[in-house]
Structure formats: C-alpha cells, structure tokens
C-alpha cells in the first residue's frame, strides 16, 4: 500500500500549484483533481508532468471535476450525450497516460434521479471499455448524494459486473451515507482499488488523521490483505486543516502506520511458512 494525498485538498489552489506545493514538501504519491478543462491543455500537463519528474512524485488517480454533470450526461434517456460524455472522458484518459495515473474517479447518477442497476452497469461499463482503451481503470467512488452512497447498490454493481467493477472508497462518504467502512470494505473486498481517507468524530464526518475515532490502523490492517497494492490518500476540505504541514503530518502519520501494517503481515506470513 502507498499513501499519498489529494490537490483537492488545497482547492481553489490552481492544479499545478498545488501539486509543486505538495511535491515541494516531500509529498511523493498524489491524486489530482482536476478543476476545470484549462487544467489539462497541453502546456499545463506539460508542467504537471515536469513538476512530477524533477520531485519523483508519481500519480495513483485522476478525479474530474464534471462529475456534477454525470447524472445528466452518462445517465439519461438521451443517447448522444452518453456518447459525447465519453468522448469527453477520453481527454482524460489520454491525459493520464502522460502523468502515468491509473485510476480515473466516478461519482456517477445522483440518487434522486435514481435508474436501474442494469442500465446503470450498462453506461458504466462502456466509460469502463473505453478507458481500458488507454490502460485506464475507472473506479466508482461511493458518494452519499449518489446512487453509490448505498453499499446494496455498490454490490449489485458488484454481482452485475465482475471483475469489471472498481471502487474507491470513500470514509468521509461513507460516514455521510450512514454506511460503516469497514462493512463497505469487507463487502466489496478486492474490487476496492483506491481509498480517501480521513477521520471522523462527532466534531465532523471529515477530519485530519487522529482528530477523531475512526480506527485507522485497523481499517488498514483489514485492507492489506484485499489490496495490498492500494492507494490511501489523505482528502480533506480546506476548512479541516490549518496549512500544508497538517497535510505533511497526516501524509508521514499514514504512512508510518502503512508500513507498520505491512511489516507486520509479512512477519506473520514469513512465520507461517517456517511453521
């Protein structure tokens, strides 16, 4: 497992800020959320990409920030939009080859506009198809405004599609659904191949790392096994810390904690085989 952080979590920042503001204080493993469609113009990924080599800062994940239009693009009655939507996300995956990202972000219909599950895999997988056109994997994200807030629906995904269904799970998302991590986790095992994470208390549902209750360690021993080969980036609202060395903090805090569990599961695994 690797941990990392998200330039959401310094929004309105410009991208590029934001990542060099990371990369600039050690932070070797990032999302990138993109904020508008001049993020990704060809000079800017050029810089992206130039700020990622002269740090050594490699990219797990890509987020769009259309997601707001998904609902209406990907998931209604209109088929050109449908088309046009993933055409669209192409730029995206063409993007992300350069940056060497491999995980693009669903959110997906909202839950008031709610359609079937087998019309709602049928425009996912085709987003899917197409991204596997780049080498991309696109991973639906569990958001409680979304039809993916409900661990029932992430799981019919899960019965309808296979192998074919990735998920990022969300804590803070899920916290909001009323849903519990852990169940989520347990339910959803291997197909979840990214994370946000963050704490929770009753002081809020999206808190720094060891502000609130949530059992980190915990949580990361239960995911080793699933997806040892998992992101877990640090995502939080621009309100829920005070400054790039909260984020600095919580990046070293995750990390130490990953290779802790990761040692740990080896010493079991190697003591099982000399047993």
Same mark, same amino acid.
Request: hydrophobic share 40%; charged share 20%.
């Given at each position: 497992?690797?941990?990392?952080?998200?330039?959401?979590?310094?929004?309105?920042?410009h991208? %590029?800020?934001?990542?060099?503001?990371?990369?600039?204080?050690?932070?070797?493993?990032? %999302?990138?959320?993109?904020?508008?469609?001049?993020?990704?113009?060809?000079?800017?990924?050029?810089?992206?990409?130039?700020?990622?080599?002269?740090?050594?800062?490699?990219?797990?994940?890509?987020?769009? !920030?259309?997601?707001?239009?998904?609902?209406?693009?990907?998931?209604?009655?209109?088929?050109?939009?449908?088309?046009?939507?993933?055409?669209?996300?192409?730029?995206? !995956?063409?993007?992300?080859?350069?940056?060497g990202a491999?995980? !693009?972000?669903?959110?997906?219909?909202?839950?008031?506009?709610?359609?079937?599950?087998?019309?709602?895999? %049928?425009?996912?997988?085709?987003? $899917?198809?197409a991204?596997?056109?780049?080498?991309?994997?696109?991973?639906?994200?569990? $958001?409680?405004?979304?039809?993916?807030?409900?661990?029932? !629906?992430?799981?019919?995904?899960?019965?309808?599609?296979?192998?074919?269904?990735?998920f990022v799970?969300?804590?803070?998302?899920a916290?909001?659904?009323?849903?519990?991590?852990?169940s989520?986790?347990?339910?959803?095992?291997?197909?979840?191949?990214?994370?946000?994470?963050?704490?929770?208390?009753e002081?809020?549902?999206?808190?720094?790392?060891g502000?609130?209750?949530?059992?980190?360690?915990?949580?990361?021993?239960?995911?080793?096994?699933?997806?040892?080969?998992?992101?877990?980036?640090?995502?939080?609202?621009?309100?829920?810390?005070?400054?790039i060395s909260?984020l600095?903090?919580?990046?070293r805090?995750?990390s130490?904690?990953?290779?802790?569990?990761?040692?740990?599961?080896?010493?079991v695994?190697?003591? %099982?085989?000399?047993?």
């Amino acid at each position: 497992m690797q941990a990392g952080v998200s330039t959401a979590c310094l929004y309105p920042k410009h991208l %590029e800020e934001a990542l060099y503001d990371l990369a600039l204080n050690g932070i070797s493993h990032v %999302e990138l959320f993109v904020n508008a469609d001049s993020d990704i113009t060809r000079s800017r990924v050029h810089t992206l990409r130039t700020i990622m080599d002269r740090y050594g800062v490699t990219c797990a994940s890509v987020h769009p !920030f259309a997601c707001p239009i998904e609902p209406m693009a990907l998931f209604s009655s209109y088929d050109r939009r449908v088309d046009d939507m993933i055409d669209y996300y192409r730029r995206y !995956f063409a993007v992300m080859q350069q940056l060497g990202a491999t995980f !693009f972000i669903l959110h997906g219909n909202y839950k008031i506009h709610a359609v079937e599950p087998a019309l709602y895999c %049928e425009r996912y997988i085709r987003l $899917v198809n197409a991204g596997k056109e780049f080498g991309i994997t696109v991973a639906q994200e569990n $958001v409680e405004r979304c039809q993916s807030g409900s661990l029932h !629906f992430l799981r019919e995904m899960k019965r309808i599609l296979g192998e074919d269904a990735k998920f990022v799970l969300d804590i803070k998302q899920a916290v909001r659904a009323g849903e519990s991590p852990f169940s989520m986790l347990h339910m959803l095992g291997s197909h979840i191949v990214h994370v946000h994470i963050s704490d929770h208390s009753e002081k809020g549902d999206c808190l720094m790392l060891g502000a609130g209750n949530f059992r980190i360690r915990s949580f990361l021993e239960a995911l080793y096994p699933y997806q040892p080969g998992c992101s877990v980036m640090v995502e939080l609202y621009r309100n829920n810390f005070r400054g790039i060395s909260d984020l600095l903090g919580n990046y070293r805090m995750l990390s130490h904690m990953i290779s802790s569990v990761e040692k740990h599961a080896n010493f079991v695994s190697n003591g %099982e085989k000399t047993l």
